[in-house]
């Protein structure tokens, strides 16, 4: 009996070939998971990086058409001389101002243009082709006279090689409403 008593007092400490198994196993889970999490925050940040310049220069190019349009002089002098992807008008210091996608409209960018100056200052790059557009409301309409709704679809491509579009938006109610 004394015997059986040593053999079990002599077992070597450590770990069993099962225990290393399960403790491999559950360490190999968890990191699966961990990572699937974070290759999808890296995709977002990725793809976030790829969107910030395009939304930057939409904003400016809405506030710079914006700020145009609101110092009109009156909703009356509104034009659409090169069809639903041009603007034309007068703002408040007598300048004659043309927004538009280009003459062809295949541009991929939205230009404005000052009385006869033969230059087109670009307000944003990377518009979808024909995606520029404006709806005008009466000066007479009783519920929203003077209203120009602004509206053009940005897309640039990501490192991923993906196309992303983005839309963009906005209404400005002309200053001036006199008929």
Request: with cysteine; aromatic share 6%.
């Amino acid at each position: 009996m004394d015997s059986h008593r040593d053999e079990k007092r002599k077992r070597p400490a450590g770990f069993t070939l099962i225990e290393m198994v399960m403790t491999l196993t559950i360490i190999s889970i968890v990191a699966g998971v961990g990572a699937t999490s974070m290759i999808g925050g890296f995709n977002a940040y990725l793809t976030a990086r790829d969107m910030e310049p395009m939304a930057s220069n939409a904003r400016l190019a809405l506030q710079r058409m914006s700020l145009e349009l609101r110092n009109s002089v009156s909703c009356t002098g509104i034009s659409q001389p090169g069809g639903l992807g041009s603007l034309q008008f007068t703002n408040d210091q007598g300048r004659l101002i043309l927004v538009n996608q280009g003459a062809d409209g295949t541009k991929n960018a939205i230009y404005m243009k000052f009385d006869a100056d033969p230059t087109e200052w670009l307000l944003a790059p990377n518009v979808e082709a024909n995606s520029l557009r404006f709806q005008i409301t009466s000066c007479l309409d009783p519920i929203k006279p003077g209203l120009v709704t602004l509206s053009f679809t940005m897309a640039t491509t990501t490192t991923k090689g993906d196309v992303l579009r983005l839309p963009f938006r906005t209404s400005v109610y002309v200053r001036s409403t006199s008929s």
